[in-house]
């Protein structure tokens, strides 16, 4: 899966909110959004950051 941080980080705090947008971009079909988070879901840490964020950016489901 090539390189994979070693500990969870949020998207902005390390990667930038150009990276959230191109995979926005690439999970614009239904389908593919639903097979992509649930693999990343599947990922502890991942799983965790997602369901302690109390405050989720509904800006980047525009």
Request: hydrophobic share 35%; net charge negative; with cysteine.
């Amino acid at each position: 899966m090539g390189n994979v941080p070693s500990s969870p980080s949020r998207p902005t705090d390390s990667r930038g909110p150009g990276q959230v947008r191109a995979v926005g971009e690439l999970t614009r079909d239904d389908h593919v959004a639903a097979t992509v988070t649930t693999g990343l879901l599947r990922r502890p840490d991942v799983a965790f950051l997602a369901m302690s964020d109390d405050c989720p950016d509904y800006r980047l489901m525009a």
